[in-house]
């Protein structure tokens, strides 16, 4: 079982930049897919990126394209979301995910959840 805790998150004024980290508990973390997520208050849970456990693939949702980018350090048993460009719809809690069989967009297909790390953009 791994488990994950996001930080990074944190109050900004809109075009600043931060970034998220998802640290996890145990090597074995770098064998897993890894998504982050994003849940806005009174809103639907949202994809948001997604890396192969390899790091060789990545995808992300279209109203991120070009503004976030997800990597990963294996000897820090880390995957990061870097978040620029920050816009108010951006605000939400983000989750970091691990364990799908690919790096999908489905939430459902990741086994492993952290608490969220809040990101509040002010506009």
């Known amino acids: 079982q791994v488990q994950l805790v996001e930080s990074g998150g944190g109050l900004v004024q809109a075009g600043a930049s931060l970034r998220l980290s998802c640290a996890a508990s145990?090597?074995?973390?770098?064998?897993?897919?890894v998504g982050w997520f994003r849940q806005a208050p009174g809103k639907e849970r949202e994809f948001v990126a997604a890396?192969?456990?390899?790091?060789?693939?990545?995808s992300y949702a279209d109203s991120v394209k070009g503004r976030f980018t997800i990597s990963r350090d294996h000897a820090k048993n880390s995957v990061y979301l870097q978040v620029n460009s920050l816009k108010p719809e951006d605000t939400a809690v983000y989750y970091c995910a691990a364990g799908a069989l690919i790096p999908t967009m489905n939430g459902h297909a990741y086994n492993y959840w952290g608490q969220g790390t809040q990101v509040t953009v002010s506009s």
């Open positions: 145990a090597p074995t973390f770098n064998s897993h897919n």
């Open positions: 890396i192969s456990m390899s790091g060789g693939t990545t």
